[in-house]
């Protein structure tokens, strides 16, 4: 027998996500349904939308479409039904949402505020497993120069080159500076590393005459701004 596939137009009309779309627009879409205009075919055994049902429900911590945010290429084939390519298309679908995400807030940008930073890297930066730190180089009007990472480490600690911070701000002319990572554990509350090498870095751009504006930590969805907090 030979193996098929059983794809979205054989659904019982009722059910299948084209038509619907084309209806009534994509928002009236389930997120099975989006997922499965996306997948196209199931397999001999399952349809498309009962696939989708099946991804969207893998992660027990993160169930939904948040949970694609955390799958990785392995864990995604592991998932009856979905190859390589599936994969890879899935992959690639989380990081075009990321992407848009972050563009749609680029043109108003002003990384004045926590709250702005914190609006325009948490897409970015709420679901890593490894912990980054990103330094934001700024203007003298707090517009972006570049933001380049400077440390990655394991899910529990990370290095940061205090020296290697200062080298580029002087390089890329930055009059400030903000210093972002991630805790992957989803809690932004600071260490008392996370002070340290704070204090450490304004100290040093008080007499490189680069000025220390922030250092946030963000959450799952959530951030903590060390200058808020009083802590520099």
């Known amino acids: 027998m030979v193996n098929r596939y059983l794809t979205v137009k054989e659904l019982p009309e009722s059910e299948r996500p084209y038509e619907k779309c084309e209806r009534y627009g994509a928002a ?4 099975a349904e989006l997922l499965a205009v996306i997948l196209r075919t199931g397999t001999k055994s399952q349809r498309v939308i009962d696939l989708a049902v099946n991804i969207l429900n893998y992660s027990t911590a993160y169930p939904g479409l948040k949970g694609l945010n955390y799958l990785t290429l392995k864990e995604l084939t592991q998932i009856k039904g979905v190859g390589r390519v599936k994969a890879i298309e899935l992959l690639c679908l989380t990081e075009i949402t990321r992407r848009m995400s972050k563009q749609l807030r680029q043109d108003s940008l002003r990384l004045i505020t926590p709250q702005s930073v914190a609006d325009y890297y948490m897409q970015d930066m709420r679901h890593l497993t490894r ?34 911070i200062y080298v580029n701000a002087v390089k890329y002319e930055a009059v400030n500076i903000i210093l972002l990572h991630n805790h992957p554990s989803g809690d932004p509350s600071p260490s008392a590393e996370d002070i340290r090498i704070t204090k450490r870095l304004w100290e040093a751009g008080n007499l490189m005459g680069i000025l220390l504006m922030d250092h946030i930590i963000i959450g799952d969805n959530r951030y903590i701004s060390l200058r808020e907090q009083g802590l520099f």
Do not use: Y
């Not at 009236?28 to 997120?31: E, G, N």
């Open 28 to 31: 009236a879409l389930s997120d």
């Open 131 to 164: 912990e980054i730190v990103k330094l934001l180089m700024l203007d003298s009007k707090n517009r972006l120069i570049k933001d380049i990472i400077v440390s990655e480490g394991t899910i529990n600690t990370s290095l940061v080159p205090i020296r290697e």
